[in-house]
């Protein structure tokens, strides 16, 4: 007679009938907070810590492949720590995405013909403080989808009030050590969404355009060649370099009337500039670009704004005057030409500057703005450093290990060219600039505080902070940062982050540079790197190539566990990996060859319990050893965060070594009338399975806790009801 085992058993496993009940399981468990699993005999309270944060999610929309990649990785190292018996956290949390959720909620407004200032600044917010919610809603319940072991319980929000004291408290301690002040310098404007951008946020599109070189006048010595003649209005100076061929003229001084406008040029020497590009001189526009802007700075040039926030030129000349950026430049070339002065025209490939959220073609433009100094010095417990030093020395003296470890190079590169970072954004959405002004009869007076002045003569600055400034606080802030608590204390600094290599210096970088500063520690202790998801041919998704991916799509057709083992296996950290519906769907079935395995095994071991091990036999005793060799492999490769390997180990061993071996050659055993081998067989099998589904447990947990709830307590013997807190093989 068969025995009896749950009826579930009979028909294959149906992931959209299980995940949302076993979710909600975990969560009434409140297991995926530590203190519960502390207070409950699970964790005991002086285990070792491993901590991490959640990148959050913009709060504009839904997640997409690259969120579900970052989960399945995250959430899949957090299962194993936790089961491995740590004191455990992982702490979620979404971002406000200043521009990005402005722009999204702006372009709704067009819909119905609103502009933001129709509204006003108050009555704006309100819709974009909507938007905001209903979009985070969304996010939460999809991190659920993808079972995400988050403790709820701590979720935070960049934009809520303890993170506001905690990015006013931040800004006041770099005002008052000279590291943040606010000045007249070039910035990345972005003419369409009006507002400033860092250079990170600025996308490279590559496109045709003339180079035209030309001289200034006739009786002018040296020519240039520019993409941008309507600029040249603005000149103050020419460029050569100190040993070139120009060097002759080396501080000499032109007036010329430049397309009836007239420019006073002086010739000065640069070792900036490249004697191998154009005519071996280049036009110095300081107040348009961020190259000319610095030799400008070098030789004490002034400086002539000619194009104004809206991409019009500014300067009188008839020619010129309230004229766009393209229509001047056709004007300029034309009366370069009727003057004959342009001696060569030729096209070239150059990259386009283009804001991210808007489009708009970015104009370099001097604006009074709030910059942090990166290159400023300051003592640090007696000795002088810099902010590009902090953020250098912690990756450099290996306190900080970057995976994989050629990201470092990357990272050393991108600090050495860094300069002072624009942190105001002329935007409404954000965190305010926490400095209030007010005139008196001898100057304006400025105040910086984490709280408003006294007296209604004050008024606040009106720009928003860059996103990047509040999420560099991320592993901090969300802990109870500025104040000391248990949390900021216990889990600070954090154990790893884990993000897509493509942020590197949007977040990373400056989570390392906000901690050193204002901790004098480190945010974390690892860096893990994962790459881009690309289509099954390697391209990148895009709307207009058709070949979105939609996580939340491939969950609810195929199940969380094939969509999370598709972005894990074959997927080495910082590498681009490759993904089709036919990988998912693959999963689907491994969900579904454990789900029959574990049905098998249940029909042949209702009598075996694993409390105590009997003798086995010579072939079972080598399947076990060989199993325990194999299983330190896995433990191993989890640890350096060779997730990859470890999924697919376990994935051939499942279905090639134990399902098609094992079970295969465990039937015959079991057929055969010595009891002793049967029951040997019996017993390796039930340990098998039950030590399997705990390493499967971090990569698959729906159906691996969906098996163990059904598993009978001779299987289970002294394991708790939960495989989510069941302890790690052989640890």
Known sequence: MQPSIPKKFLKPYNPQETESNIYKTWLDSGFFNPDVCVQKGVTRSDAPIFSIVLPPPNVTGTLHIGHATMLAIEDSLVRFERMRGKRTLWLPGTDHAAIATQSRVEKNLEKEKIRRHDLGREEFLKRVHQFAQESHDTITDQIRGMGASVDWSREAYTLDEPRSRAVRTAFKKMYDDGLIYRGYRIVNWDPKGQTTISDDEIVYTEASTTLYTFKYAKDFPIPIATTRPETKV????????????????IGTEYDVDFVGEKIHLKIVADTAVDQAFGTGAVGVTPAHSHTDWEIAQRHQLPLKQVIDEFGKMTV????????KVTEARAAVVDWLKQNELVEKEETITHNLATAERSGGIIEPLPKLQWFVAVNKEFSRNGVSTTLKKIMREAVASGSIKIIPERFEKIYFNWIENLHDWCISRQIWFGHRIPVWYRSNAKKEEIYCDIEPPQGDDWTQDPDTLDTWFSSGLWTFSPLGWPNQTPDFKTYHPTSLLETGYDILFFWVARMILMSGYLLDTIPFHTVYLHGLVRDSKGRKMSKSLGNII?????????????????LLIGTGPGNDSKLSEDKIRGYKNFANKIWNATRFVLENTADVSLETKPQLSAKNESDLQEFKNFSQDITTDIEHYRLYLAAEKLYHYFWHTFADNIIEESKKAIAQSDESLAHSARWTLAYLLVALLKFLHPFMPFVTEAIWESLPKNLKTSEPELLLIASWPFH
């Open 234 to 249: 603005g000149d103050t100076a020419v460029a050569v370099h100190p040993e070139g061929k120009y060097k002759k003229f």
């Open 316 to 323: 009188p000349a008839p020619l010129l005057a309230g004229k």
């Open 550 to 566: 939609d996580p939340l799509e491939m969950t609810k057709k195929y199940g969380a566990d094939a969509v999370r083992l598709s």
